[in-house]
């Protein structure tokens, strides 16, 4: 049903968020607003708030804020139609008309579901009958009571291919109905058999319910005796249907979400378990916010019903070379998706084992422990980069920078990418070590050169004059670097990925970056300040003398940040240019050359917006 945006804001107007809140969580006026104990996460004092003059709600343990619409979507995983529906009767105001497509194929939906519900009766009844016994027996196995089946709805399919039409048609179902609900397989018109069957046969049965509570599908487990053919596949889930579609599910989620909520429960997240019998085992074992994808890698949809559930949900993986690819496809997975307060953690299990095998043989307690244990996803990827190659070699080590840099790009929040840059880059320099700077060292004169009075050869006069050249490059740059901080906002990247000949400006490069990936904002005081803590203010003098010539070259006093921005890419490019291309670094110089023009082209993109449409 769709809803116009004077309607919404009508019923808004009508309701109070404090009687809608005030269902779920016991309220205490404090002057405007109300306050209470927030319904996201197990605390003792109060930190959420409802202020009916404003029409919102924000708790500060949880940092979820909204309206009564998104409370109630919340709180009892309404969609916004239920919710803004259940809103409607509460204020008295009359839904409006609605469409009418939209009213058949809800219609229509509700009777599929209503079969679907039937079908889960005939296989809990089935499994109870002489048909099941060597399904009870299996799942006996597996620690599984008859109450333990009553709980999870767990039913058994027979080895037939038309028990369940048969049944389902004499309760006066069609076979049309059955084919939509992901029930029954019509064969096509190639087919010699015309006559349709069961999708589901010889397996065990878990019932598959969406957010919102409503049975949509099943997934079905082979039996161990069917289970080696090759020709039967040990899980089978219902087919894309217009209700079920198995990237958008998450097996158990509405009893693991209410759960969370608990009094007492106290955990930031659901656990993400791997199958269905992993998720019945932690239940069992007193983990009841535990849930599972249908058999698949976590998709956007999916995170996303985690994150609506709690901040930082616990993914479950095996310890295996398996287990760890899972684990790494979920951290490509969730890297664009990460937003302040949003995160995942990662459980990894003895290898070979999942959390049923866990619980059977160590206990709840082992399990908790390796709850317990659970990393960060910055951990995680940290250990998957650093694990893709050997780092014995400074070429190996420059690929694992990059490497952090391309990461870097895969986040789309600004304020989480700079945080995983200051941890990202603070673990490799712990790792690995920054080079240090030796007072006295100087890169223009040394013991046993031309000192004194004694000139340069004609050939070595040609030799200077380049690399005299590239040094004056790298002073510009590290010397406009210390005029305007600001630009590293632009050019950090780039910075890190030059190699500079002179000591005098590496070592001024590592303290800038050190700076960069410690601060919040840039200051050109603060910089020197920091600089000259590190031991290094005579270092910088010789360029503060040639601040001149910095400035001169990036464009003038009266430059706009964006052109010198631009400038100092492409003197960057020149330099870069200059490095030997040996073998070893063709890709690390590929990949610099690479940054370097995204630079280029987002500074380039400012500069236009900073001279206007109307300035050539």
Known sequence: MQFGEHFIDELKARIRPSDVVGKHVKLKRQGREFAGLSPFTNEKTPSFFVNDEKGFYHCFSSGKHGDAISFLMEVEGLSFPEA????????????????????????????????????????????????????????????????????????????????????????????????????????????????????????????????????????????????????TAKYLNSPETNLFHKGGVLYRYPEARKSLHKPGNGARGLIVAEGYMDVIALVRAGFEHACAPLGTALTEDQLALLWRAGPEPTLCFDGDKAGLRAAFRSVERALPLLRPGQTLRFALLPDGQDPDDLLRAKGVEAMRKVLERSVPLVDMLWRREIEREVLDSPEAKAGLKNRIFGVLRDISDQGVREQYKTALLERFDKEFGRPKWVPGNSPYRKKGAWGGKQKPTKSQQNKMQPQAQQIARERRLIGAVLEWPELLECIDQTLFGLKFSSPACENLQNALLNYWQNTIAVDKRALIAHIEEEGMAAAIKPFMRERNLAIAAMGGVDAKIAQRQAIWLTEARKLMRRESSGAAKEDTRGRLADTIRSDQANALQRLSRAIGPNRS
Request: hydrophobic content about 40%; proline content about 5%.
């Open 84 to 231: 803004v529906e259940r809103l409607a009767i509460m204020a008295g105001m009359e839904l409006p008309a609605a469409d009418p497509q939209a009213e058949a194929r809800a219609a229509s939906n509700k009777k599929t579901i209503s079969w679907i519900e039937r079908s889960k009766e005939f296989f809990e009844k089935t499994l109870r009958r002489e048909i099941g016994k060597e399904a009870r027996t299996y799942l006996k196995t597996r620690g599984l009571t008859n109450q333990d089946c009553k709980r999870f709805g767990i039913g058994f399919a027979p080895h037939s291919f038309s028990a369940l039409i048969d049944e389902m048609v004499q309760q006066g179902a069609s076979i049309e109905r059955l084919v939509e609900a992901g029930l029954v397989i019509r064969p096509d018109d190639s087919s010699q058999n015309k006559k349709p069957w069961d999708r589901f046969r010889g397996r065990i049965m878990f019932p598959i319910t969406d957010a919102r509570g409503r049975l949509i599908a099943f997934g079905g487990r082979a039996l161990e005796t069917e289970a080696p053919n090759k020709k």
